[in-house]
């Protein structure tokens, strides 16, 4: 039996491909535009010459200095996530006492404050221990407050497996060490890859944190650096946009090896 074309799934699939395309074709089609041109032409219009001179006009304007920063932000928070979290869930999992109950409940209570409500008082802590204006002083409360939503990912994940697996392992005389290295990491790949992906996503994207703990240029991420684009004139719009797809380079590049891995994290399937 022959099915009848679903006209209104096309019309819904076409719908949703113009609202997702449009801002990324804005978005790469005036950062290859000059000034005047786009100016010309407006958002939609379609660059008449290519040019390159705004890439290269972000870098001269210090968005060199500013990608090294939340490069090493990112990767710092993603290394503290990874070294912290899976020995922290394993704990959880197979410890049933109540102190690790009440560190999981603790952890749980963290996704309830947002930052937006300590960071008054996080800016003195920071002070007094002479963070301040040091990229050591973002790194660390962003990896606090990626941790929560990183311990309850990875709790899930290994919850799925088996106690048989457990058991077999220990039989075989293995130690705790060697179960957490041999059995429990390699089965939770899907979840690491996620808590990866969503600390590497907190820390590159942040602001918050960079606003009021920073102040230097030496200092600067990218979130902040996109300042630099206005002036009191109004705002450089070709070269804004040329940053804003030179920032999303390593998000896509990390999405496009890791989707897979986070797609199975976030549905829970973890180690099975």
Known sequence: MRRRPNYLAGVGVTLWLFVVGLPLYVMLGAGVQSRPDYNAGGPLGFPDHFTLDNYVDSFSNGFGRYFVNTLIVTA?????????????????VRNRGRTTSGVFRLFLLGL??????????????????????????????????????????????????????????????????????????????SGLSTVVVFAALQAWNGFLFPLVLTQSEESKVITLGLYNFQTQHGVEIPGLLAAVVLSTVPVLLVYLFARRALVQGLMGVGGK
Do not use: H, W
Not at 77 to 90: G, K
Not at 166 to 175: K, Q, R, S, Y
């Open 112 to 189: 309830a404050i947002p930052a937006q409500a300590v960071i008054v008082p996080m800016f003195y802590v920071i002070s007094e221990a002479g963070l301040y204006d040091n990229l050591i002083g973002v790194i660390l409360p962003t990896a606090a407050f990626c941790m929560p939503v990183c311990v309850l990912i990875l709790t899930g994940t290994m919850r799925d497996i088996t106690n048989d697996l457990f058991e077999a392992m220990a039989i075989d005389g293995a130690d705790t060490r060697r179960v957490f290295f041999q059995l429990v990491v390699p089965l939770s790949k």
């Open 76 to 92: 710092s928070v993603v290394a503290i996530v990874v070294l912290l979290v899976p020995p922290l869930a394993f704990t959880i």
